[in-house]
């Protein structure tokens, strides 16, 4: 069995950071899919896909990987500089600003 182990990013309606701090071990197809020929559908015999096993850490999913004989696959996940800025979104709506307003 083949898997691949990753950070989730943080998806486009998030501003935050939830969810994006553990691991996830996510196992590759081992079968193409199929077309029903009746109704058309996708189908697999490989349930495995299916399967996304959440870790609190890297080392903690690689371990869990060895002991059960899967081979994994680890992906970096790449960081960006945090976009913090002095007075935080309020800072827009200060009464004294010192700078000419831009909309």
Not at 23 to 52: C, I, N, Y
Not at 57 to 66: I, Q
Request: charged share 25%.
């Amino acid at each position: 069995m083949r898997a691949r182990i990753y950070q989730p990013a943080k998806t486009a309606m998030q501003s935050g950071t939830a969810k994006t701090k553990g691991w996830v071990l996510e196992f590759a197809q081992d079968s193409a899919r199929d077309v029903d020929p009746l109704m058309g559908w996708t189908s697999s015999t490989d349930t495995q896909t299916q399967v996304k096993l959440s870790f609190d850490s890297k080392e903690a999913a690689l371990t869990y990987a060895g002991d059960k004989g899967i081979e994994a696959v680890v992906t970096e996940p790449h960081t960006r500089k945090p976009n913090i800025r002095k007075g935080g979104y309020s800072e827009n709506f200060v009464p004294n600003r010192r700078a000419v307003w831009t909309h």
